[in-house]
């Protein structure tokens, strides 16, 4: 038997539905949404890597997979709980209809907006008064998913590569030598994404140090060594 673990990092395919409804909500399986002809032209659907412990999925679908072993299949419940929570009626607020005008915006009954960071559905439009729910989509819900832990991955740089490609969508470059790694990224970020990803990939137990930088700021170092 070989369990799963927080720091580890696994390969895994799902499909999580609605339990009351059985409407598939995310998924990685091709067959599934093949099967259940769900329009996939803007997903990229094939099994995924995850760190373990580190908020890649739903806690309580992470909590459940530990509790599996490698090449085990299996369905599991997660409660509303440990999902997305209750619906709450403080996350329902009702906004004057003259500040989605401001930004030419016409309120629509249905239409998702975004109001001061947060993601939420226009519920009613009534009187110049607009009602937004804030409440996530899946709040209120219990889930259920089918997973199948596929392998342990204990290559380096697949460990390494499961950490960029779930923060960046940017090109990178590995190298590593013994226990460091070198990652030399494509695109410069924000300083607070660097940083979590310099924590994340240092997490990992083969990795001692890692160190980042820009493909950029690399050829400019490189132009000014020349120089001198």
């Known amino acids: 038997m070989v369990k799963v673990e927080d720091g580890e990092v696994v390969e895994i395919n799902y499909v999580g539905r609605i339990k009351s409804s059985g409407e598939v909500f995310d998924l990685t399986d091709k067959e599934t949404a093949e099967k259940e002809n769900i329009e996939t032209e803007n997903m990229n659907l094939g099994p995924v890597k995850i760190l373990l412990g580190e908020g890649y999925l739903l806690k309580g679908l992470e909590n459940r997979i530990k509790e599996m072993e490698v090449d085990e299949d299996k369905t599991v419940e997660i409660p509303k709980k440990e999902a997305f929570g ?6 329902i607020k009702t906004i004057s209809e ?22 939420g559905k ?25 997973v199948e832990i596929l392998s342990k991955v204990d290559d380096l740089e697949e460990q390494v590569e499961a950490v960029l490609d779930f923060h960046v969508s940017t090109e990178y470059e590995i190298e590593t030598d013994s226990n460091n790694v070198k990652i030399v990224l ?15 990939v240092e997490k990992l137990e083969k990795v001692d140090k890692a160190d980042l930088s820009f ?13 001198e």
């Open 215 to 227: 493909r950029d700021s690399d050829k400019a170092e490189e132009s000014k060594e020349d120089g």
């Open 186 to 200: 494509a695109e410069e970020m924000d300083e607070k994404v660097i940083d979590k990803l310099k924590e994340e």
């Open 122 to 146: 226009i519920l009613t439009v009534n009187n110049g008064r607009v009602k937004v729910d804030f409440n996530h989509p899946l709040a209120g819900r219990d889930l259920v998913y089918d």
């Open 86 to 91: 209750s619906r709450q009626s403080s996350n």
């Open 98 to 119: 003259r500040e989605f005008k401001k930004y030419d915006v016409t309120p629509r009954r249905g239409m998702p907006v975004e109001v001061d960071g947060r993601r």
